[in-house]
Nanobody, 116 residues
Framework: QVQLAESGGGAVQAGGSLRLSCSASGRTFRGYAITWFRQAPGKERDFVAGIRWNSADTYLSESVKGRFTISKDNSRNTVYLDLKSLIPEDTAVYYC?????????WGQGTQVTVSP
């Protein structure tokens, strides 16, 4: 069982930055793919960014390329999502997911609110 905890959300003005963290307890992220999703009110949960822990290969949605960066810290067993040049359309609850084979675990989410 992997328990995920997101942190770092908050309220910022457009153009601001935030760093979201996704940490795991109970198990290392080794062998997992970690993915960030976001869900705005009344909308579906959408893919934002992903990273494969072992290879460090990263993936970003087109809507955030050039503004968001995903990275990891092996020693902290944590994945980061750096959000820059935020726009109001980035407002959502951001969730991290850890997957390995058929197993998938979700965190509780962290709210990001961007005001004009």
């Amino acid at each position: 069982q992997v328990q995920l905890a997101e942190s770092g959300g908050g309220a910022v003005q457009a153009g601001g930055s935030l760093r979201l963290s996704c940490s795991a307890s109970g198990r290392t992220f080794r062998g997992y793919a970690i993915t960030w999703f976001r869900q705005a009110p009344g909308k579906e949960r959408d893919f934002v960014a992903g990273i494969r822990w072992n290879s460090a290969d990263t993936y970003l949605s087109e809507s955030v390329k050039g503004r968001f960066t995903i990275s990891k810290d092996n020693s902290r067993n944590t994945v980061y999502l750096d959000l820059k040049s935020l726009i109001p359309e980035d407002t959502a609850v951001y969730y991290c997911q850890a997957t390995q084979g058929v197993f998938a675990y979700w965190g509780q989410g962290t709210q990001v609110t961007v005001s004009p």
